[in-house]
């Protein structure tokens, strides 16, 4: 999957993701759960920031999709990439996406409500997948016992998993992605992108210690 020339660990996006919290008037409140309840309290919390829910985006939503839905079974790239730029978050300026084309095309996606964390989504094989970089593998400090920490808190961040991937300079970096069917709806797929970008910044924030940031 491509990826954009310029590349920051994920605690850069973390830092514009609290500022912008802040700028909104905002507070951090810290919470003690039981991890199956990880989702419901995810989605209390966005419903907390906002003070009214655009009833009239979400008929659109619902009926970008049943038009999908009748007319195809399997997004493209390019398909998903229009449908996309129909939906609350990118007209309304909460998230951008940009079509990458070539052989191996796929969209960036830049979160801007996440301090313009940028995603790449890809689909091949019957599934949709997008991830986002969170540091090079020279950032932890020990990295055995960062890897079997990641093991041990894989439910903390539910339909996402972080991995392992080298980039096309020999690198080696630390990536966050989820998967999902390439046939999913469009709110489903809208979500995924909330998700991870929720997931990036709270793994940030699990992991601070482990991490050099010299």
């Given at each position: 999957?491509?990826?954009?020339?310029?590349?920051?660990?994920?605690?850069?996006?973390?830092?514009?993701?609290?500022?912008?919290?802040?700028?909104?008037?905002?507070?951090?409140?810290?919470?003690?759960?039981?991890?199956?309840?990880?989702?419901?309290?995810?989605?209390?919390?966005?419903?907390?920031?906002?003070s009214q829910v655009n009833e009239n985006n979400k008929s659109t939503v619902k009926q970008q999709e049943n038009n999908v839905m009748k007319?195809?079974?399997?997004?493209?790239?390019?398909?998903?990439?229009?449908?996309?730029?129909?939906?609350?978050?990118?007209?309304?300026?909460?998230?951008?996406?940009?079509?990458?084309?070539?052989?191996?095309?796929?969209?960036?996606?830049?979160?801007?409500?996440?301090?313009?964390?940028?995603?790449?989504?890809?689909?091949?094989?019957?599934?949709?997948?997008?991830?986002?970089?969170?540091?090079?593998?020279?950032?932890?400090?020990?990295?055995?016992?960062?890897?079997?920490?990641?093991?041990?808190?894989?439910?903390?961040?539910?339909?996402?998993?972080?991995?392992?991937?080298?980039?096309?300079?020999?690198?080696?970096?630390y990536i966050m992605y989820g998967a999902l069917s390439a046939s999913s709806s469009l709110s489903g797929i809208v979500y995924e992108l909330?998700?991870?970008?929720?997931?990036?910044?709270?793994?940030?924030?699990?992991?601070?210690?482990?991490?050099?940031?010299?």
């Amino acid at each position: 999957m491509k990826k954009s020339k310029e590349t920051k660990s994920s605690a850069f996006y973390q830092q514009q993701y609290r500022q912008r919290l802040r700028e909104q008037g905002l507070i951090k409140k810290e919470v003690w759960i039981l991890p199956e309840h990880t989702i419901e309290l995810l989605n209390m919390e966005k419903q907390l920031r906002v003070s009214q829910v655009n009833e009239n985006n979400k008929s659109t939503v619902k009926q970008q999709e049943n038009n999908v839905m009748k007319k195809q079974i399997v997004w493209s790239v390019s398909e998903l990439y229009q449908a996309l730029t129909t939906v609350e978050l990118f007209t309304q300026a909460s998230a951008s996406v940009e079509l990458i084309d070539g052989v191996d095309a796929c969209l960036h996606v830049v979160m801007h409500e996440y301090g313009d964390l940028p995603l790449f989504m890809s689909v091949s094989n019957q599934q949709i997948v997008v991830e986002a970089l969170l540091w090079p593998t020279n950032m932890v400090k020990n990295q055995e016992q960062f890897n079997q920490d990641i093991l041990y808190s894989r439910k903390l961040f539910p339909l996402s998993t972080i991995a392992i991937e080298q980039s096309g300079d020999g690198s080696l970096n630390y990536i966050m992605y989820g998967a999902l069917s390439a046939s999913s709806s469009l709110s489903g797929i809208v979500y995924e992108l909330e998700m991870l970008s929720d997931n990036v910044i709270k793994a940030t924030e699990a992991y601070h210690n482990l991490l050099n940031f010299d």
